[in-house]
């Protein structure tokens, strides 16, 4: 009788069995090739466990990029970086806000804020202050008098609330009116 065919599942199942035979064999011979196993095992491992996530994590992050790096443009506020004051603030009478301001070194009876647009009189002196976004005097400009000591110290002291653009600290202008030789009322 002929002998009968093995099937080709079982001949596959007998080499897998033999081929691990072989390789717990060579694995016993001495440390060096025990460490090699055991790297190889936690390599085999690791790609089992990493691959299935490693195309979907990939893409989520190139395409995350993207969309952040698209949208990033439109999120930002125009600044300036410079000490420069706007020329629109300087020579037009937009008011864009009206800081509330802490004088330091002068009495309010007899100085006070006007916008920068106000009408000066002959019995008063217009001190002009240019102030930057962090509500300090930049500049100013004197008409109608001569700077005194009051003015200087208001200059070098004072702390302004800066003037806002869409939320944002921006350069102002701010008008400081003193009267010559009097007092006002209240």
Same mark, same amino acid.
């Given at each position: 009788?002929?002998?009968?065919?093995?099937?080709?599942?079982?001949?596959?199942?007998?080499?897998?069995?033999?081929?691990?035979?072989?390789?717990?064999?060579?694995?016993?011979?001495?440390?060096?090739?025990?460490?090699?196993?055991?790297?190889?095992?936690?390599? /085999?491992?690791?790609?089992?466990?990493?691959?299935?996530?490693?195309?979907?994590?990939?893409?989520? /992050?190139?395409?995350?990029?993207?969309?952040?790096?698209?949208?990033?443009?439109?999120?930002?506020?125009?600044?300036?970086?410079?000490?420069?004051?706007?020329?629109?603030? /300087?020579?037009?009478?937009?008011?864009?806000?009206?800081?509330?301001?802490?004088?330091?070194?002068?009495?309010?009876?007899?100085?006070?804020?006007?916008?920068?647009?106000?009408?000066?009189?002959?019995?008063?002196?217009?001190?002009?202050?240019?102030?930057?976004?962090?509500?300090?005097?930049?500049?100013?400009?004197?008409?109608?008098?001569? /700077?005194?000591?009051?003015?200087?110290?208001?200059?070098?002291?004072?702390?302004?609330?800066?003037?806002?653009?869409?939320?944002?600290?921006?350069?102002?202008?701010?008008?400081?009116?003193?009267?010559?030789?009097?007092?006002?009322?209240?």
């Amino acid at each position: 009788m002929a002998r009968p065919n093995v099937p080709p599942a079982l001949a596959a199942q007998l080499r897998v069995m033999a081929s691990h035979e072989c390789a717990r064999q060579v694995a016993r011979k001495n440390f060096g090739t025990r460490v090699e196993h055991w790297i190889s095992l936690v390599r /085999l491992a690791f790609d089992n466990m990493m691959r299935p996530f490693a195309v979907p994590f990939t893409g989520g /992050l190139l395409s995350a990029l993207v969309i952040f790096s698209v949208l990033v443009p439109s999120l930002s506020f125009p600044h300036s970086y410079s000490d420069d004051p706007p020329v629109a603030g /300087l020579t037009s009478d937009m008011q864009w806000g009206d800081p509330d301001a802490i004088w330091l070194g002068t009495g309010n009876t007899h100085a006070w804020l006007e916008p920068a647009s106000a009408l000066i009189y002959d019995n008063q002196v217009s001190l002009t202050l240019v102030i930057d976004e962090r509500g300090r005097v930049h500049d100013y400009y004197l008409s109608g008098g001569e /700077l005194t000591a009051e003015m200087k110290s208001l200059i070098v002291l004072s702390q302004f609330k800066p003037a806002t653009v869409n939320g944002q600290p921006a350069w102002g202008l701010k008008q400081v009116v003193f009267t010559r030789g009097q007092r006002l009322r209240s």
